[in-house]
């Protein structure tokens, strides 16, 4: 893999990139870029990049690990191969063990009931926390990360649901779940519990000089990340390619999706938010670039580009942006997947809420989105990709 040319183009605009670039460690700073080359039956072709990609140097992934489990939410759906059993069922979520809760209401769903499709829109559109630690009970901790492995994530754990503190012996229990069409059950699933650790090697497990505490008392301690959900870049982009580009892999390797669920996910991954009524957002509260941080660096001003749909997967907690991304021109017939993470934690205290997204993280982002999208316009190609599977524009 080239690891000369990323940062050959970063140094290349130091009006951008300079203060990263004098301190590319301090700032946790990773990317993989990797540009995509059709043949004559539309085949992709894959050629990547990389600037200071290290699976073993840990960061903090967030929300991205949200589309492996709705892609796996999906998958569990197919294999149980039960009649009338769909993304669209309704389900209700018991509680079994401490700190547990359940769920038989989902008031932004247009019948009022919760359902798996219904979570996935909420984790593509805003990524809804809720949502993703629902999926990961359906699906199961064990399953969950055995299927990370199956698919070649190998580097990478789901291990805790997200912001409940979800750590320890609670994180390896998951909740009883029902699929019921009225007064039909179709599928009972009963709690479950997963002894495992899933022990990765990693270092930056321990970061900062302090934390606060949830009596919001300072603790002059490092903070520390370990046994906590793991996603390094390289995984998260072999996830996005499979999803985006099945053709491209043998077909025991691929995910088991049906069409209609390659194509949901698709629409909702690159939709806005103000392009959904069920949920329905206050476009006060997700703006329109909310959850695209690669080009647009979330500005609420930014002016948005009919042309260009960005796939996406975005991350933000404990100073860490992540985005994980396939960014698409169909008029121009540019397209690339691009995945990033940085940090910013100046006073390096940790859950105290003080990152500088707005003036590093975010801005960052959105510039190296654009430059690398500069340059694929420089790129010929011998074949103009077909990209109408992926054009959902209304």
Not at 185 to 197: E, S
Not at 297 to 307: E, F, L, Q, V, Y
Request: hydrophobic share 30%.
């Amino acid at each position: 893999m080239d690891t000369i040319y990323l940062e050959k183009l970063l140094q290349g605009h130091p009006e951008l990139f300079q203060k990263i670039l004098d301190h590319p460690s301090k700032n946790e700073v990773q990317i993989l870029y990797t540009q995509i080359d059709r043949d004559k039956n539309n085949v992709p072709h894959f050629k990547s990049f990389s600037y200071r990609l290290n699976p073993n140097w840990y960061f903090y992934p967030a929300s991205t690990v949200k589309l492996p489990t709705a892609i796996l939410a999906l998958e569990k759906i197919n294999e149980l191969k039960i009649a009338g059993l769909s993304k669209d069922t309704p389900l209700r979520i018991d509680s079994s063990y401490e700190k547990q809760t359940a769920v038989v209401q989902d008031e932004s769903a247009k019948n009022g009931l919760p359902s798996v499709g219904q979570y996935i829109k909420k984790i593509l559109l805003t990524s809804d926390n809720d949502a993703q630690n629902r999926l990961f009970e359906f699906i199961g901790r064990a399953e969950l990360n055995s299927k990370l492995q199956k698919h070649g994530a190998q580097n990478s754990r789901i291990v805790n649901r997200l912001a409940i503190g979800d750590k320890g012996v609670w994180a390896k229990h998951t909740n009883p779940i029902t699929f019921y069409l009225e007064d039909k059950t179709l599928y009972k699933q009963d709690a479950q519990f997963d002894p495992n650790d899933y022990p990765i090697k990693l270092e930056n497990t321990r970061q900062g000089k302090g934390y606060m505490n949830d009596k919001d008392e300072l603790i002059h301690e490092q903070w520390s990340f370990e046994g906590l959900n793991v996603y390094p870049l390289d995984d998260q982009q072999l996830i996005m390619k499979k999803l985006l580009f099945p053709e491209a892999f043998d077909a025991r390797k691929r995910f088991k999706l049906t069409n209609d669920d390659y194509s949901f996910l698709y629409d909702y991954m690159s939709r806005y938010p103000f392009e959904s009524d069920y949920p329905k957002y206050d476009t006060t509260e997700f703006w329109p670039t909310y959850s695209k941080l690669l080009f647009y660096g979330r500005d609420k001003k930014a002016t948005i580009n009919p042309n260009i749909r960005i796939f996406n997967k975005y991350g933000d907690s404990y100073g860490y942006n992540i985005d994980n991304a396939y960014i698409v021109d169909f008029e121009k017939g540019i397209e690339f997947l691009l995945a990033v993470v940085i940090q910013s934690n100046e006073n390096g205290i940790y859950n105290d809420g003080i990152y500088e997204y707005e003036t590093v993280t975010y801005p960052f982002l959105k510039n190296i989105g654009q430059i690398i999208y500069q340059e694929e316009l420089k790129r010929t190609k011998e074949f103009r990709p077909d990209l109408t599977k992926f054009d959902f524009r209304k």
